[in-house]
Nanobody, 124 residues
Framework: QVQLVESGGGLVQAGGSLRLSCAAS????????MGWFRQAPGKEREFVAA????????RYADSVKGRFTISRDNAKNTVFLQMDSLKAEDTAVYYC?????????????????WGQGTQVTVSS
């Protein structure tokens, strides 16, 4: 069973930056691709970014491409989401998630393990 704990959310002005972290425990981290998702009030949960188990491949939603960067540190069982040039429409609860080992896909339904979420609010 994989446990995920996010941190780093908060309130930031438009154009600013935040860095989210997600610490994993209870599984073999280096076999897991990791994803970030977000959910705004009244909207469906949506994919933001994913990174493959050794970090060699990444994928981003079009809405964040060029502004967000996903990375991981397998020695520390942690995945990060660096968010730059933030916009008001980035306001949401951000979730870290992991599928079962060796899966490289990004629909939310593929992911079995989820963190509790961290709030990101961007003021315009």
């Amino acid at each position: 069973q994989v446990q995920l704990v996010e941190s780093g959310g908060g309130l930031v002005q438009a154009g600013g930056s935040l860095r989210l972290s997600c610490a994993a425990s209870g599984g073999s981290f280096s076999t897991l691709s990791m994803g970030w998702f977000r959910q705004a009030p009244g909207k469906e949960r949506e994919f933001v970014a994913a990174i493959k188990w050794l970090g060699g491949s990444t994928r981003y939603a079009d809405s964040v491409k060029g502004r967000f960067t996903i990375s991981r540190d397998n020695a520390k069982n942690t995945v990060f989401l660096q968010m730059d040039s933030l916009k008001a429409e980035d306001t949401a609860v951000y979730y870290c998630a992991a599928p079962r080992p060796w899966i490289w896909e990004w629909p939310p339904t593929v992911y079995d393990y989820w963190g509790q979420g961290t709030q990101v609010t961007v003021s315009s």
